[in-house]
């Protein structure tokens, strides 16, 4: 029986379709620098040199690359980001039905406060803090990695500097982690 993918493993293969795009173009690209399809594009402009072509197209398709390293990244962080704040907001949910349900009194007047709010469980660092004691010290730094460098993305890395940590390496982190999110 097939293992069901996780929704880091949909995002990766959404980006590795993507890369396999760009790959198929670019082969179509350096067959025909000339083609007009490229100036439509705006990668080329009608009329210059095959080698300026040649050119245009290289550092285009360079750049198309970086950038689907860069966004498998972020979309499997996006992706296990989602899946944790679901799990982590019908947890939080039920501890307040919990408490509201079987604690009632003075006692426990305060009781919703016993329970941590949403937003302090938000971003991969916070995740991690939260599950880490469960992951191996490998996988954690390998999560802090896909945080810097999703950050890093985001906020403006250049194209040229690739991602310290290799998209497939990424994947598997995540996915020791979706692991321990899975109900029981």
Request: proline share 4%; charged share 30%; glycine share 6%.
């Given at each position: 029986?097939?293992?069901?993918?996780?929704?880091?493993?949909?995002?990766?293969?959404?980006?590795?379709?993507?890369?396999?795009?760009?790959?198929?173009?670019?082969?179509?690209?350096?067959?025909?620098?000339?083609?007009?399809?490229?100036?439509?594009?705006?990668?080329?402009?009608r009329g210059e040199l095959k080698a300026d072509a040649v050119h245009?197209?290289e550092e285009a398709f360079s750049d198309l690359e970086a950038l689907?390293?860069h966004l498998t990244i972020l979309d499997m962080a996006a992706a296990?980001?989602?899946?944790?704040?679901?799990?982590?907001?019908?947890?939080?949910?039920?501890?307040?039905?919990?408490?509201?349900?079987?604690?009632?009194?003075?006692?426990?007047?305060?009781?919703?406060?016993?329970?941590?709010?949403?937003?302090?469980?938000?971003?991969?660092?916070?995740?991690?803090?939260?599950?880490?004691?469960?992951?191996?010290?490998?996988?954690?730094?390998?999560?802090?990695?896909?945080?810097?460098?999703?950050?890093?993305?985001?906020?403006?890395?250049?194209?040229?500097?690739?991602?310290?940590?290799?998209?497939?390496?990424?994947?598997?982190?995540?996915?020791?982690?979706?692991?321990?999110?899975?109900?029981?």
């Amino acid at each position: 029986m097939a293992k069901e993918p996780t929704p880091v493993d949909r995002a990766f293969e959404r980006c590795k379709l993507l890369a396999q795009v760009v790959a198929l173009e670019y082969r179509r690209a350096r067959a025909n620098p000339l083609d007009d399809r490229y100036a439509t594009l705006g990668i080329t402009e009608r009329g210059e040199l095959k080698a300026d072509a040649v050119h245009q197209i290289e550092e285009a398709f360079s750049d198309l690359e970086a950038l689907v390293n860069h966004l498998t990244i972020l979309d499997m962080a996006a992706a296990f980001e989602k899946m944790f704040n679901a799990r982590i907001a019908t947890a939080v949910g039920e501890a307040r039905k919990t408490l509201r349900g079987k604690h009632r009194g003075p006692v426990l007047a305060g009781r919703d406060g016993i329970v941590r709010e949403m937003e302090d469980f938000r971003g991969l660092s916070n995740i991690t803090n939260l599950i880490g004691a469960d992951l191996d010290e490998q996988v954690k730094k390998r999560i802090e990695s896909v945080r810097e460098n999703r950050n890093r993305f985001a906020h403006g890395t250049d194209l040229t500097t690739p991602p310290t940590i290799p998209r497939e390496e990424a994947r598997d982190a995540l996915n020791e982690a979706v692991i321990l999110l899975k109900p029981m």
